[in-house]
């Protein structure tokens, strides 16, 4: 179940559009993904910076990723603007009781789902077959809207965790 995100997110977004992702610790359920959708949907349509209106976009993936993306080609994001993004977020945590910013928390795609491991787990999972190095790994690292469609979902063996674990 690999979807194509270039169908997920805005066509009409500069490809250097800048991205956030936040990975909750749990699938949101159906009531969460309505309630947290529109609170999105709110913050994007509003969002600021320096006065200026942001062309953002917020939306769900695999129902446990929130992604905010800003196209910087019209307005630039600054620090209050980002920080306005992480309050939106810490107040999804509030209403969901979720945790959004536990970055030892990894995320993998498992037989078509997504799984979550400690990052401490992570070398018993491969040494015992849990996770091979074509397994998918989510990395939430990546920054910009062409990171996102080409590196966020990437085998193992070709992330960061390939130097720490695999030889």
């Given at each position: 179940?690999?979807?194509?995100l270039?169908t997920?997110l805005?066509?009409?977004?500069?490809?250097l559009?800048?991205?956030?992702?936040?990975?909750?610790n749990r699938?949101?359920?159906m009531?969460?993904?309505f309630?947290v959708e529109?609170?999105?949907e709110?913050f994007t349509?509003n969002?600021k910076?320096h006065?200026?209106p942001?062309?953002?976009?917020?939306?769900?993936?695999?129902?446990?990723?929130?992604?905010l993306m800003a196209?910087?080609s019209?307005t630039g994001?600054g620090?209050?603007?980002t920080?306005?993004?992480?309050?939106v977020?810490?107040?999804?945590?509030?209403?969901?009781?979720?945790?959004?910013?536990n970055r030892?928390?990894?995320?993998?795609?498992v037989?078509?789902?997504?799984?979550t491991?400690?990052l401490?787990q992570?070398?018993y999972?491969?040494?015992n077959?849990?996770?091979?190095?074509d397994?998918?790994y989510?990395?939430?690292?990546?920054?910009?809207k062409?990171?996102m469609?080409?590196?966020?979902l990437?085998?193992?063996?070709?992330?960061w965790?390939?130097?720490k674990y695999?030889?």
């Amino acid at each position: 179940m690999i979807v194509d995100l270039a169908t997920l997110l805005p066509e009409n977004f500069h490809p250097l559009s800048k991205v956030w992702i936040y990975q909750s610790n749990r699938i949101f359920t159906m009531g969460e993904l309505f309630q947290v959708e529109e609170l999105l949907e709110q913050f994007t349509e509003n969002w600021k910076s320096h006065g200026a209106p942001v062309k953002g976009f917020g939306t769900i993936i695999y129902g446990q990723f929130i992604v905010l993306m800003a196209d910087e080609s019209q307005t630039g994001v600054g620090g209050c603007s980002t920080d306005s993004s992480v309050h939106v977020i810490k107040a999804i945590e509030k209403l969901t009781g979720v945790q959004m910013f536990n970055r030892e928390l990894l995320a993998f795609l498992v037989k078509d789902r997504v799984q979550t491991i400690p990052l401490s787990q992570v070398g018993y999972a491969l040494e015992n077959g849990l996770l091979q190095k074509d397994t998918l790994y989510f990395n939430n690292l990546v920054n910009n809207k062409t990171a996102m469609e080409k590196e966020w979902l990437q085998p193992i063996g070709e992330s960061w965790l390939a130097k720490k674990y695999i030889q």
